[in-house]
């Protein structure tokens, strides 16, 4: 079951938070501020990670109808999406009633080359650089990290140590060595995204 905290947060400090959260107390014992080029850093360790949200074509721009209340129904109706009472955005049913998977494996691997690109100029800098992705495709499944895994394999070459993909609760993990999944509690995620809002307030107000 999905988080009901919604992802459409439309402040990219909001998931720098978020990754900083969640790859703290789940994956490893870093120590990370927020800072920039890349967005999370761990200047002991010499760890980078840079973060980034990866949507499908036609996302952003629903996503910024929805703040205005009067356009919202009929607009979004317009760009086949849909809008449920817990604020999530559902993405056009119309591939699902075709029985076509969602077509994650393109826009996640065109989002994690753009990354590739950027990290070349600040990489020397660290010892290991990460990536860290959130999508709104809560149905990603091993089989699409498999081929996606293969793939960033033959581009990736020496640019990220680790790329982390957040599909909320469920998150993919793809090293070098293998791509492996884990699931975090839908409660305890939720508590992840209340203190990630209450971080990012606190930062805009030092």
Known sequence: MPSTV??????????????????????????????????????????GIEVTQVLPDGCNQAISLMKNEKRIEGKLKEQGYGLPLDGLLIHPTKEWERGKPFPAYNYLL???????????????????????????????????????????????????????????YKIFHLKKEYAGSYFIDNNEYTSYQYDAIKMEEDIKNE
């Open 6 to 47: 919604s992802k459409h947060h439309d402040d990219s400090l909001y998931y720098e938070c978020l990754a900083k959260i969640i790859l703290e107390k789940k994956f490893n014992n870093w120590s990370l501020r927020i800072s920039d080029r890349p967005d999370l850093q761990d200047n002991i360790n010499k760890v």
């Open 110 to 168: 065109n989002g994690i080359q753009k990354k590739i690109d950027k990290i070349k100029s600040y990489k020397h800098n660290f010892d290991e650089i990460n990536l860290y992705v959130f999508t709104d495709n809560l149905d990603l499944d091993i089989d699409t990290i498999n081929a996606l895994f293969l793939k960033i394999l033959e581009i990736n070459k020496e640019a990220f140590n680790n790329i982390f993909i957040d599909a909320s």
